[in-house]
């Protein structure tokens, strides 16, 4: 009975993951944790293995339809598979108690984060790495025309997501909402490119230490299955969702929801 | 901006006739398929194992470590037949990024484009090395 409420809840936040644009792993740790007290170390690497599915399939239509940017993707990768091995190696070494600490707070960030506005900080010039790796890129704006692109700020994005590896691997988390304000804002690429190459990503980066987690035997499928299966079920049903849902209040409810699961979470950790 | 605007080379609708594009259709068909057949596996693996009568999330309110190897051993054992299929499911997934990456540096290395080839392939070993980690 609790694996089917499991499935339920991993169902429920693999469609609001969806429909939000956060990911699943945001919402599945608390659920996790604060709902069926499962410890945080297999509440993380449950987690992990959802991101690496629900990344896989999201990047499976976002290359279909050529909004993710390849070579961007292969760059930034290595900053965040490196990221997330020394992610890794430091979560063995720390407690529970700040995992949940440094989860509450990343979950706050998140929730105000999910309030900012969404304008497009494109660039006029282009990287000398960029112009070098031939990085600039383009999409389709849905009317039968492209949208080209330039990439900037390529050291600093490096850098950034190289960070963001690391939280991936300590919280289980995708750490989208780093890649995709890195890329962004920093290296001004349009938003639904940001948007797709960092979804792109992530699977990569979570891997990096899902399968250390899974060797190490964190991930057990009794928690892992039902979690992945109900995401991407989930997340697939937000995708093509014919309803018309009033993401803008959804957005407004699920910043309180995600700033109390923060409090929670925090409050977890100090005691 | 209309495509007419454009180089003719920045935006090729057809496959066959950019590489790159080629590339990307064959990774999204790999992922997607890749994705369906690794969750069909554990949702069946799940389904075999299924426990009504208890809480079986009970057990992992504390952390024990207990290695894949282990667990592995332990539910050849006792046939535990589900679990080693919800395990081979896990590992299909966890692989397919590791294939997209190797698939990406080998096609930047035939187009001689060698420093992405070498971040691919630095990112396929690091991802190799990450697993001995856990070991």
């Known amino acids: 009975m609790y694996e089917f409420i499991l499935l339920f809840c991993s169902l429920i936040a693999g469609f609001l993951g969806s429909i939000l644009g956060l990911g699943g792993g945001l919402i599945i740790v608390p659920t996790l944790t604060l709902l069926f007290h499962v410890n945080i170390r297999y509440a993380i690497a449950a987690s992990l293995i959802s991101i690496v599915g629900t990344s896989s399939g999201a990047a499976a239509s976002y290359l279909k339809d050529h909004f993710a940017n390849l070579r961007i993707a292969v760059l930034l990768e290595l900053g965040t598979v490196t990221g997330a091995v020394s992610g890794f190696l430091i979560a063995k070494k720390i407690q529970a108690s700040f995992l949940f600490l440094l989860f509450g707070v990343f979950l706050f960030f998140s929730a105000v984060m999910m309030l900012r506005s969404r304008d497009e900080h494109t660039s006029t010039k282009n990287h000398p790495w960029s112009e070098k790796l031939n990085l600039a890129g383009s999409f389709p704006d849905g009317k039968g025309g492209v949208l080209p692109y330039n990439v900037d700020n390529v050291p600093f994005g490096l850098t950034a997501m190289y960070a963001a590896g690391v939280i991936s691997a300590l919280l289980g988390i995708g750490s989208g909402i780093f890649k995709v304000l890195t890329m962004d804002r920093a290296m001004k690429l349009p938003m639904k490119a940001s948007s797709a190459t960092s979804n792109f990503m992530i699977g990569v980066t979570a891997t990096a230490s899902a399968g250390a987690f899974l060797l190490r035997g964190d991930i057990r499928p009794e928690i892992a299955a039902p979690v992945s299966v109900g995401i991407i079920l989930g997340s697939w049903m937000g995708a093509h969702s014919m309803i018309k849902i009033p993401t803008q209040i959804l957005r407004k409810i699920f910043v309180i929801v995600l700033s109390i699961a923060s409090f929670q979470m925090i409050l977890k950790g100090l005691s | ?135």
């Open chain 2, 1 to 135: 901006m209309n495509t007419q605007d454009l180089p003719e080379d920045l935006f090729i609708k057809d496959p066959l006739k950019d590489p790159l594009l080629n590339l990307e259709l064959r990774i999204s068909k790999l992922l997607h398929w890749g994705v369906s057949c690794a969750e069909a596996l554990m949702l069946l693996g799940w389904i075999t194992f299924f426990d009504f009568s208890e809480n079986p999330l009970l057990k992992f309110q504390d952390y024990k470590e207990e290695s894949l190897q282990k667990s592995l051993q332990s539910a050849l054992q006792d046939h535990h037949w589900g679990l080693l299929l919800a395990y081979a499911g896990l590992v299909l997934l966890i692989s397919l990024p590791i294939l997209r990456v190797l698939m990406t540096g080998i096609f930047f290395a035939k187009q001689r484009n060698q420093i992405l080839a070498l971040a691919s392939f630095f990112v396929f070993v690091i991802l190799l090395f990450s697993f001995t980690l856990g070991i």
